[in-house]
């Protein structure tokens, strides 16, 4: 499959055009227009085969792979609860996509999914986010202003039986982190996590300015026909690592529903031929962020001076062409920086 740089970059900025959209709407998410033979796939013996397991992490861990699969996603989102007084309720938004999640890392205590989105057509294919799971973390990176994010340790009691989920965007720069305990109560695996801080999502960031922060709780359920993923903002603006107002909660739903008849061989063929080079682009993040205690990307606030870049890079490496690590490396050189020097203190809910 091959990409100009015009089409790499379109992927990369809007990270869904390629995929089946449905208009902005306020209503319930709606399932994904689907081409004929697709159909949905529940599987409710995986779930029996977590609640039957013994042990506690086992369960979790469980729990954590059952999110690996093909699916059809809608991702709703919904301004709810005004906060400021001279702030007017935004429309809101929903997006259909055929999402595949793949296993990159499992080593016991660290799991690590790659998504990836396969147009309908099965023509295009964007790299989407990534979620690391890191079992008791002593340690976690949180956004802590525009463009910034830094390491801070975990409180023992904090990290204790709880999984620290870190979310990544489409170039593997960090977006946000979250840690709390999977809970398996009458049969239902449930993960939710500690209030933190994220920066702008890409679908908010190229439309506005009047924010420049989330303060989100994500919850994760497996459920019979998949997962889900909920997550709860407040759409806040930040003055460096001081509050200085909030505008209004939004609630974010992302239904994940196993389906088949879907063609998702672009997707695993593209992350076999491309899979070396975005582990060499992981290991200039993890060597960057763990020299300066985080990382400061000097891009604008969408990123596209470091993201173009490597996927162009990618689509060089699926045609056979080789990418040297000096190559990579000096993008992270132009387009990074350790962050300044500040006093690093415990973790704790915003």
Known sequence: MRFSLAFVMTLAGVALAACAATPATNQAPQPVPAPSGIVPTPDAGYLAAIAAASDAMEKDRLAILGMLGEFAVSFDFAETVVLAPDYERRKGKTVGAYETVLLVEDTGPRIVLQHLLVSEDGSHVTKHWRQDWHYEAPTRLEFSEDQTWRSKPLSAEQSRGAWTQCVYEVSDAPRYCGTGKWNHRYGVATWTSDRSWRPLPRREYTTRNDYNALNVENRHTLTPAGWTHEQDHTKTVRDGERTARTLVREFGFNDYRRIAG?????????????????????????????????????????????????????????????????????????????????????????
């Open 262 to 350: 879907f063609d998702f061989s672009p997707a695993t063929t593209y992350w076999s031929d491309t899979q070396n080079f975005w582990a060499r682009v992981r290991a200039q993040w993890d060597r960057r962020i763990a020299a300066g205690a985080g990382i400061r990307l000097k891009t604008s606030v969408d990123g596209m001076a470091l993201i173009a870049p490597l996927f162009v890079l990618a689509a060089g490496v699926q045609e056979g062409r080789t990418v040297d690590d000096a190559t990579i490396a000096g993008l992270f050189d132009r387009w990074t920086a350790a962050t300044s020097a500040k006093a690093v203190t415990a973790s704790s809910t915003p």
